[in-house]
């Protein structure tokens, strides 16, 4: 499975990358918002960090006006996957995209029958949030199970990435689905690393060792 990082921030985008599990990033408008510069220059500079594919959203609503957004962001950069949110406006202009061959992420899914859709279209990703499921008591990762399930038995070649990720539970769910990425904030990469029983574990060792080379 392969890790994105939810973020438009570069200060924590260097900081992970030398882990050597980030294999793209997802940025939406409100995460580029919370950076505070041009979001242009910022994810031109992601990009050349990462190498790998990098989401930046459109914001018009009407397909005309997405479709010259989508093939705007692809001139930024090879990396580019154009996001598009899942409306009929969207649907359209991800086909006229997808044409162009231009990498087209389908966002704000929230039901199976969105990504199948998405999926007859041409997206490149799916990006069902599962957090936001969660947070109004619907199973989110049923969902993926749904468009994993979908996507094999037709065999699309959509990836599913795993949006809206709250914790190291989504990663591991995400995971044993099936699905083909998992977008996740950087906390919740920093989450991974937190397990009181790798810290004892640890301190013990270097304990032991200490006074083995002691004597
Ligand atoms: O980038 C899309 C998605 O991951 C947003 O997540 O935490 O705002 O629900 P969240």
Request: hydrophobic share 45%; with cysteine.
């Given at each position: 499975m392969k890790f994105f990082l939810d973020t438009g921030n570069i200060k924590d985008i260097e900081s992970l990358?030398?882990?050597?599990?980030?294999d793209g990033v997802t940025t939406n408008p409100s995460l580029m918002a919370k950076e505070g510069g041009d979001p242009r220059k910022i994810i031109k500079q992601i990009c050349e960090i990462v190498k790998g594919p990098v989401s930046a959203e459109v914001v018009a609503l009407d397909a005309d006006g997405m479709i010259r957004e989508g093939r705007d962001w692809a001139k930024l950069d090879e990396h580019i996957v154009v996001k598009v949110p899942f409306t009929r406006e969207g649907v359209k202009a991800v086909k006229t995209l997808a044409a162009d061959r231009i990498k087209v992420n389908v966002t704000l899914c929230f039901q199976a029958a969105q990504a199948l859709i998405a999926a007859k279209v041409g997206a490149a990703y799916i990006s069902p949030f599962v957090g936001r499921l969660d947070d109004i008591a619907t199973d989110g990762m049923g969902l993926i199970q749904q468009i994993v399930d979908i996507y094999h038995a037709f065999d699309y070649k959509t990836e599913v990435l795993v949006a809206s990720v709250r914790g190291p539970m989504h990663i591991v769910e995400a995971a044993r689905m099936g699905a083909d990425v998992c977008t996740c904030p950087p906390a919740v990469i920093e989450a991974c690393f937190k397990h009181p029983l790798t810290d004892i574990g640890l301190e013990k060792f270097l304990k032991d060792w200490a006074a083995a080379t002691k004597k």
């Amino acid at each position: 499975m392969k890790f994105f990082l939810d973020t438009g921030n570069i200060k924590d985008i260097e900081s992970l990358m030398p882990l050597g599990i980030v294999d793209g990033v997802t940025t939406n408008p409100s995460l580029m918002a919370k950076e505070g510069g041009d979001p242009r220059k910022i994810i031109k500079q992601i990009c050349e960090i990462v190498k790998g594919p990098v989401s930046a959203e459109v914001v018009a609503l009407d397909a005309d006006g997405m479709i010259r957004e989508g093939r705007d962001w692809a001139k930024l950069d090879e990396h580019i996957v154009v996001k598009v949110p899942f409306t009929r406006e969207g649907v359209k202009a991800v086909k006229t995209l997808a044409a162009d061959r231009i990498k087209v992420n389908v966002t704000l899914c929230f039901q199976a029958a969105q990504a199948l859709i998405a999926a007859k279209v041409g997206a490149a990703y799916i990006s069902p949030f599962v957090g936001r499921l969660d947070d109004i008591a619907t199973d989110g990762m049923g969902l993926i199970q749904q468009i994993v399930d979908i996507y094999h038995a037709f065999d699309y070649k959509t990836e599913v990435l795993v949006a809206s990720v709250r914790g190291p539970m989504h990663i591991v769910e995400a995971a044993r689905m099936g699905a083909d990425v998992c977008t996740c904030p950087p906390a919740v990469i920093e989450a991974c690393f937190k397990h009181p029983l790798t810290d004892i574990g640890l301190e013990k060792f270097l304990k032991d060792w200490a006074a083995a080379t002691k004597k």
